[in-house]
């Protein structure tokens, strides 16, 4: 299983911050507890500190397939390409195959970004049918509509 370096955004209209500073001690703090904590053995985990120009936010997502110490492994892998490839913004967003991670001096909690947004595309092509590979791809959507517009879920 790879854990390659895919992409990554620097979020420079937040600026960046000064050695030293409380945001950069909260930036460690979080990026302690994320990485000894028990979330990312779940695969997700999403903390904030601090208020203001030091507010600090960070949200870690993993792979579904990539949890426990793939996934710690990944945020480690994915903390210090930001850093190299970030060196000081409050802002960035980076994406491995196992992993995306966002730091942010701005609460993003329960919103949609449309502007930081990634997309890959698979050259491998669907098989010698690709009428087959449409249908399993209705069929497997249609199965996910109808269990998540069901009253139970």
Known sequence: MTNSYLNHKCLVSQGKYKPGS???KSLEAIIHAISVGENVN????????????DLVC???????????????????SAMAGLRRRC????????????CLLEISSI??????????????????NVGDN?????????????????????EKN
């Not at 779940?42 to 120009?53: H, K, Q």
């Not at 960070?58 to 480690?76: N, P």
């Open 107 to 124: 609460d993003t909690v329960g919103q949609l970004n449309y502007d930081d947004s990634f997309c890959m595309s698979n050259a491998k």
């Open 42 to 53: 779940s695969g997700y985990d999403m903390m904030s500190f601090g208020d203001g120009p």
């Open 130 to 150: 690709p009428y087959l590979f449409i249908l399993k791809w209705d069929t497997l959507f249609d199965n996910i509509s109808r269990i998540a517009i069901t």
């Open 87 to 98: 060196p000081r913004y409050k802002g960035g967003i980076i994406w491995f195959d196992q």
């Open 58 to 76: 960070v949200i870690l997502q993993c792979r579904g397939d990539s949890y426990g110490s793939k996934c710690r492994s990944c945020f480690a």
């Open 22 to 24: 409380v945001h950069e």
